[in-house]
């Protein structure tokens, strides 16, 4: 065809009335003359079809036709612009086809009119490209680029695209309305692209790319994959002929509802003030199956796990700062609809801006991704919401610097549950080297739980005024000199959501901490330390502190042992309804180090659990009182070691709960441990449970158990254990109160109680003392497997208090079995019955009343058997005798019995009973022979059998 006659564009010099974005586009129009003298602004000339089929028609002055017949073609252009009020239309034979537009002159194109396709088209002018403001492109999808691709490629279907080395860095700018049909595509990829109109591809892709090489996949659904390579390294010139400040950059709209919008810079930070600047619109709205996805890139996209908890790091090549200073909206657009997205991605992040990712009614709030290798900013007036909607829960946010992480005062993240239901989101805000948090998070639920604030710094300090970082207006990423991070406690206090603290290193709660949001809890995790020198008080929610953290990063962890450790009196846990938790992880992988939890101030709860996990030590200095929850203690948990639990001065236990696992105390969780207990003050509720093993990991060398002197245990229940014969139990303070003790595995046993006392089913390996001021029963056998073992039992009430032990798998060498008044110094009447399942010896028996002895083998006696009547029976098939024989003992009346085994006839056992006086024989049953002496007389031998 024949080149139009040209038009030069005029811009006259009054200003007035136009607006900034006018008087913008006139300045660049004017510099554009100046600069570019042959720039033209007419239909596209000389142009030529040098693949595939189609056929140039100039409708008129105004209009230009091609008319595509085949699925490619490539159009090489002398020129390539159109004029205000003029139209270049591509008539294709598929929404899939695609017309490659190549200029081979020296203009860049500049679009003032009307583009229009029902396919893709493809312009390529390495001379920059310009879609003016007025300018219209409706077409199915477009490629604008500064980039060449090979005709030989491009027909194959091998969309490779590189810069041309003899050209200049040249940019792609968008001052008009590119409209995609849905599922379309706009991509606009040079060194520099620009976005300051409007772009629409809704359910389609937007890209806007800098970068020097460009690979292209479009898919059978219309929709396209790209990758961007060639670091831009020098400055790039805009068609008005000046360097660009961004290599990407949007201060208009972009809509691709259902779809996603991608602003990526394969750029050097050193060269651009920002790789990508987005200080316009970008609405991606979610829709069912479709949820919309905002990325803006600094480099490459790839992202890495950074934390346990999910923050994401970039894992390839990124420079340069990203930066949204206005709206980008990915929130659900319809009831029901996928989650929406947006990352961010850079060496440098700055968020000014609005980040809407709110749900619907049956669709949870979206995922938002913020992550720099160097520097993060959420400064103050940014919002980022993830909230739900409805009865749907929020979203996630999480943020993250390989450095330094700021949340301004005035910055504010919301990720609430929806008004009818639904949970808080979760919220990350990590800086693996410092971390400024001043700003405010909200992620409460009005009908669900709350959700989840985490602070991930190295170290963390909560001091009354926290060190919020307070960037001047140039100073958008400047290094802070802190080496520490300093949280307000006043800014966790007023936390919305769940606060979890995260230091690679230590915390030291500084500052009082009194939580206001009902619910809301706090969990600190530190890689090596956490100090506690002041309260911690939340509004029933749960206290959670571990210390030795593995989830830490191990290289940003200082060597030494994980602790935890209350300070200062009046570093006191307080937290209501909800949970307290200290935990010292047991990870022993260089550089972790556990250590103990020490010195414990005072923790409460009203109904919540108390539960002190550590490898090592736990001792207590203060008041733990789990209301009606439960207390579990857990000492030396993995290692054997000789850790124990100690209760210091001023320590006690207290709880209401009436169940088994009311008190639990566990020391030594490996083989090899040693550790032992030593109790003070301990109550339960009636019937609640003391349970205390020093052989939790099955060991044989567990510790002893012992109780400080003028203390008191008042429980329902004590289940005992050290699993050693060599480790003693000692409970024997006399203001004791249990209701039953139950011994496994232990040496010697000492128990002493206030009151009545049952004795459930025991086993040691030496003897048993018992002391109770009322009457001695028993719930289940007591045995001890050392073969001169003694059960001591002594009562010691002025009424008389009865022993009553008569399990027939009771199994002792020897018994001592009293029965006194409360001073110890005379016999009351207090019955005593006792049963064992073999032979026994009687080392001492005391009561003004019945003695009751039952044994499967012989009785006799090696002390002094005092009471009012005496029944003494074997139960032995081959017979077993009875031989209690002392001068001293005393009874007005013997019953005495060699029976078998079923008790059912007499056996073949000799019977022999001394007494100091005179006795009654009610009976003297045997087979074999009774001797009975009384009164200081010699002993008179009866033959046998004599029934008596």
Same mark, same amino acid.
């Given at each position: 065809?024949?080149?139009?006659?040209?038009?030069?564009?005029?811009?006259?010099?009054?200003?007035?009335?136009?607006?900034?974005?006018?008087?913008?586009?006139?300045?660049?129009?004017?510099?554009?003359?100046?600069?570019?003298?042959?720039?033209?602004?007419?239909?596209?000339?000389?142009?030529?079809?040098?693949?595939?089929?189609?056929?140039?028609?100039?409708?008129?002055?105004?209009?230009?036709?091609?008319?595509?017949?085949?699925?490619?073609?490539?159009?090489?252009?002398?020129?390539?612009?159109?004029? %205000?009020?003029?139209?270049?239309?591509?008539?294709?034979?598929?929404?899939?086809?695609?017309?490659?537009?190549?200029?081979?002159?020296?203009?860049?194109?500049?679009?003032?009119?009307?583009?229009?396709?029902?396919?893709?088209?493809?312009?390529?002018?390495?001379?920059?490209?310009?879609?003016?403001?007025?300018?219209?492109?409706?077409?199915?999808?477009? =490629?604008?680029?500064?980039? !060449?691709?090979?005709?030989?490629?491009?027909?194959?279907?091998?969309?490779?695209?590189?810069?041309?080395?003899?050209?200049?860095?040249?940019?792609?700018?968008?001052?008009?309305?590119?409209?995609?049909?849905?599922?379309?595509?706009?991509?606009?990829?040079?060194?520099?692209?620009?976005?300051?109109?409007?772009?629409?591809?809704?359910?389609?892709?937007?890209?806007?790319?800098?970068?020097?090489?460009?690979?292209?996949?479009?898919?059978?659904?219309?929709?396209?994959?790209?990758?961007?390579?060639?670091?831009?390294?020098?400055?790039?010139?805009?068609?008005?002929?000046?360097?660009?400040?961004?290599?990407?950059?949007?201060?208009?709209?972009?809509?691709?509802?259902?779809?996603?919008?991608? =602003? !990526?810079?394969?750029?050097?930070?050193?060269?651009?003030?920002?790789?990508?600047?987005?200080?316009?619109?970008?609405? %991606?709205?979610?829709?069912?199956?479709?949820?919309?996805?905002?990325?803006?890139?600094?480099?490459?996209?790839?992202?890495?796990?950074?934390?346990?908890?999910?923050?994401?790091?970039?894992?390839?090549?990124?420079?340069?700062?990203?930066?949204?200073?206005?709206?980008?909206?990915?929130?659900?657009?319809?009831?029901?609809?996928?989650?929406?997205?947006?990352?961010?991605?850079?060496?440098?992040?700055?968020?000014?801006?609005?980040?809407?990712?709110?749900?619907?009614?049956?669709?949870?709030?979206?995922?938002?991704?913020?992550?720099?290798?160097?520097?993060?900013? =959420?400064?103050?007036?940014?919002?980022?919401?993830?909230?739900?909607?409805?009865?749907?829960?929020?979203?996630?946010?999480?943020?993250?610097?390989?450095?330094?992480?700021?949340? #301004?005062?005035?910055?504010?993240?919301?990720?609430? &549950?929806?008004?009818?239901?639904?949970? &808080?989101?979760?919220?990350?805000?990590?800086?693996?080297?410092?971390?400024?948090?001043?700003?405010?998070?909200?992620?409460?639920?009005?009908?669900?739980?709350?959700?989840?604030?985490?602070?991930?710094?190295?170290?963390?300090?909560?001091?009354?005024?926290?060190?919020?970082?307070?960037?001047?207006?140039?100073?958008?990423?400047?290094?802070?000199?802190?080496?520490?991070?300093?949280?307000?406690?006043?800014?966790?206090? %007023?936390?919305?959501?769940?606060?979890?603290?995260?230091?690679?290193?230590?915390?030291?709660?500084?500052?009082?901490?009194?939580?206001?949001?009902?619910?809301?809890?706090?969990?600190?995790?530190?890689?090596? #330390?956490?100090?506690?020198?002041?309260?911690?008080?939340?509004?029933?929610?749960?206290?959670?502190?571990?210390?030795?953290?593995?989830?830490?990063?191990?290289?940003?962890?200082?060597?030494?042992?994980?602790?935890?450790?209350?300070?200062?009196?009046?570093?006191?846990?307080?937290?209501?309804?909800?949970?307290?938790?200290?935990?010292?992880?047991?990870?022993?992988?260089?550089?972790?180090?556990?250590?103990?939890?020490?010195?414990?101030?005072?923790?409460?709860?009203?109904?919540?659990?108390?539960?002190?996990?550590?490898?090592?030590?736990?001792?207590?200095?203060?008041?733990?009182?789990?209301?009606?929850?439960?207390?579990?203690?857990?000492?030396?948990? #993995?290692?054997?070691?000789?850790?124990?639990?100690?209760?210091?001065?001023?320590?006690?236990?207290?709880?209401?709960?009436?169940?088994?696992?009311?008190?639990?105390?566990?020391?030594?969780?490996?083989?090899?441990?040693?550790?032992?207990?030593?109790?003070?003050?301990?109550?339960?509720?009636?019937?609640?449970?003391?349970?205390?093993?020093?052989?939790?990991?099955?060991?044989?060398?567990?510790?002893?158990?012992?109780?400080?002197?003028?203390?008191?245990?008042?429980? &329902?229940? %004590?289940?005992?254990?050290?699993?050693?014969?060599?480790? #003693?139990?000692?409970?024997?303070?006399?203001?004791?109160?249990?209701?039953?003790?139950?011994?496994?595995?232990?040496?010697?046993?000492?128990?002493?109680?206030?009151?009545?006392?049952?004795?459930?089913?025991?086993?040691?390996?030496?003897?048993?003392?018992?002391?109770?001021?009322?009457?001695?029963?028993?719930?289940?056998?007591?045995?001890?497997?050392?073969?001169?073992?003694?059960?001591?039992?002594?009562?010691?009430?002025?009424?008389?208090?009865?022993?009553?032990?008569?399990?027939?798998?009771?199994?002792?060498?020897?018994?001592?079995?009293?029965?006194?008044?409360?001073?110890?110094?005379?016999?009351?009447?207090?019955?005593?019955?006792?049963?064992?399942?073999?032979?026994?010896?009687?080392?001492?028996?005391?009561?003004?009343?019945?003695?009751?002895?039952?044994?499967?083998?012989?009785?006799?006696?090696?002390?002094?058997?005092?009471?009012?009547?005496?029944?003494?029976?074997?139960?032995?098939?081959?017979?077993?005798?009875?031989?209690?024989?002392?001068?001293?003992?005393?009874?007005?009346?013997?019953?005495?019995?060699?029976?078998?085994?079923?008790?059912?006839?007499?056996?073949?056992?000799?019977?022999?009973?001394?007494?100091?006086?005179?006795?009654?024989?009610?009976?003297?049953?045997?087979?074999?022979?009774?001797?009975?002496?009384?009164?200081?007389?010699?002993?008179?031998?009866?033959?046998?059998?004599?029934?008596?």
């Amino acid at each position: 065809m024949t080149n139009r006659t040209s038009q030069r564009i005029a811009v006259g010099s009054r200003w007035r009335g136009f607006s900034r974005s006018q008087r913008m586009f006139c300045a660049f129009l004017a510099s554009l003359q100046l600069l570019l003298p042959s720039v033209v602004v007419a239909l596209p000339t000389d142009g030529i079809v040098v693949g595939g089929h189609a056929e140039i028609q100039q409708i008129s002055p105004t209009q230009l036709t091609i008319q595509q017949t085949t699925d490619r073609a490539i159009l090489n252009w002398q020129s390539f612009s159109i004029g %205000a009020n003029e139209t270049v239309r591509f008539d294709q034979p598929s929404i899939n086809s695609i017309a490659l537009n190549r200029v081979t002159g020296v203009d860049p194109s500049v679009i003032l009119g009307s583009l229009q396709a029902n396919g893709r088209i493809f312009l390529l002018n390495p001379n920059g490209i310009l879609f003016g403001v007025g300018a219209q492109i409706n077409v199915g999808g477009l =490629l604008a680029t500064t980039l !060449q691709i090979r005709d030989d490629d491009f027909m194959a279907g091998r969309f490779l695209f590189a810069q041309d080395p003899l050209k200049g860095l040249k940019s792609v700018v968008n001052q008009g309305t590119i409209h995609a049909s849905d599922h379309g595509f706009v991509v606009l990829v040079a060194p520099g692209v620009s976005n300051e109109g409007m772009i629409v591809a809704n359910l389609g892709k937007v890209v806007l790319g800098s970068g020097q090489a460009l690979t292209v996949d479009l898919m059978g659904d219309g929709l396209i994959k790209y990758a961007l390579s060639g670091k831009v390294l020098d400055h790039v010139m805009g068609v008005d002929g000046k360097p660009l400040s961004s290599a990407v950059s949007n201060t208009g709209t972009i809509q691709a509802d259902g779809g996603h919008v991608i =602003l !990526q810079a394969k750029a050097s930070g050193d060269i651009f003030s920002s790789v990508v600047n987005q200080s316009g619109v970008i609405r %991606a709205r979610s829709l069912e199956n479709q949820g919309g996805v905002v990325q803006l890139l600094g480099g490459d996209e790839t992202l890495v796990a950074a934390t346990e908890a999910g923050a994401m790091r970039p894992a390839g090549d990124v420079s340069g700062a990203v930066v949204n200073t206005d709206r980008i909206d990915v929130a659900a657009g319809e009831p029901n609809a996928a989650r929406g997205s947006v990352t961010m991605v850079g060496a440098r992040v700055g968020q000014f801006g609005s980040i809407m990712a709110t749900g619907a009614e049956g669709a949870n709030g979206g995922e938002v991704v913020i992550a720099s290798t160097t520097r993060t900013l =959420l400064a103050s007036g940014s919002t980022i919401d993830v909230s739900g909607s409805g009865h749907s829960s929020g979203g996630q946010l999480r943020v993250w610097s390989d450095q330094d992480t700021f949340f #301004d005062a005035g910055a504010a993240i919301l990720a609430r &549950g929806g008004e009818l239901g639904g949970k &808080g989101g979760f919220v990350e805000l990590s800086g693996k080297e410092n971390l400024g948090y001043a700003g405010s998070v909200n992620a409460l639920a009005p009908f669900g739980s709350a959700g989840t604030l985490l602070l991930d710094p190295r170290n963390i300090t909560i001091a009354a005024a926290g060190a919020a970082y307070n960037p001047g207006v140039n100073n958008l990423f400047g290094n802070t000199p802190a080496v520490d991070v300093t949280i307000s406690a006043g800014s966790i206090n %007023a936390a919305a959501a769940n606060v979890v603290l995260q230091a690679n290193n230590d915390i030291t709660v500084g500052s009082a901490i009194n939580m206001a949001n009902a619910g809301v809890g706090i969990a600190m995790q530190a890689g090596r #330390d956490i100090n506690v020198n002041a309260a911690i008080t939340t509004n029933n929610g749960n206290i959670s502190l571990t210390a030795n953290d593995s989830s830490a990063i191990a290289a940003n962890r200082l060597a030494g042992t994980g602790d935890i450790v209350f300070g200062v009196a009046g570093a006191n846990l307080s937290a209501g309804t909800g949970n307290i938790d200290l935990t010292i992880d047991s990870s022993a992988a260089a550089p972790f180090n556990p250590g103990s939890i020490t010195t414990v101030r005072n923790l409460t709860t009203t109904t919540g659990n108390i539960t002190l996990n550590s490898r090592n030590t736990v001792s207590l200095s203060g008041a733990v009182n789990a209301g009606s929850g439960t207390v579990s203690i857990n000492a030396n948990s #993995d290692g054997a070691l000789a850790q124990g639990f100690t209760m210091n001065a001023g320590s006690s236990i207290a709880t209401t709960n009436i169940g088994v696992n009311a008190v639990s105390i566990n020391v030594n969780g490996a083989a090899g441990g040693t550790g032992a207990v030593s109790l003070r003050n301990i109550t339960t509720g009636a019937g609640g449970t003391l349970a205390i093993a020093t052989n939790v990991g099955g060991n044989l060398t567990g510790g002893a158990i012992s109780q400080v002197a003028g203390t008191t245990l008042n429980v &329902g229940t %004590a289940a005992l254990s050290t699993g050693s014969a060599s480790a #003693d139990i000692t409970l024997s303070q006399a203001t004791n109160n249990f209701g039953t003790v139950s011994v496994s595995r232990a040496r010697n046993v000492t128990l002493r109680d206030a009151n009545a006392l049952a004795l459930g089913p025991s086993t040691i390996f030496g003897n048993m003392a018992v002391t109770a001021g009322d009457s001695v029963t028993q719930t289940g056998a007591l045995s001890s497997t050392g073969g001169a073992s003694t059960l001591t039992v002594t009562t010691l009430n002025n009424a008389g208090a009865l022993i009553t032990l008569t399990n027939p798998n009771n199994n002792f060498a020897n018994i001592n079995l009293n029965a006194r008044n409360a001073a110890n110094t005379a016999n009351t009447a207090g019955a005593i019955a006792y049963r064992d399942l073999n032979g026994v010896n009687a080392a001492q028996i005391r009561t003004a009343s019945t003695v009751d002895l039952t044994a499967g083998g012989a009785i006799t006696d090696s002390g002094t058997l005092v009471g009012s009547t005496l029944t003494a029976r074997t139960l032995n098939n081959a017979g077993a005798a009875i031989t209690l024989d002392t001068a001293t003992n005393d009874f007005a009346t013997i019953n005495l019995q060699s029976r078998n085994a079923a008790d059912t006839a007499d056996a073949n056992g000799a019977i022999a009973y001394r007494d100091t006086n005179g006795f009654d024989v009610a009976a003297a049953r045997t087979l074999n022979t009774v001797t009975l002496t009384g009164g200081g007389r010699s002993p008179i031998p009866a033959r046998s059998p004599v029934p008596l």
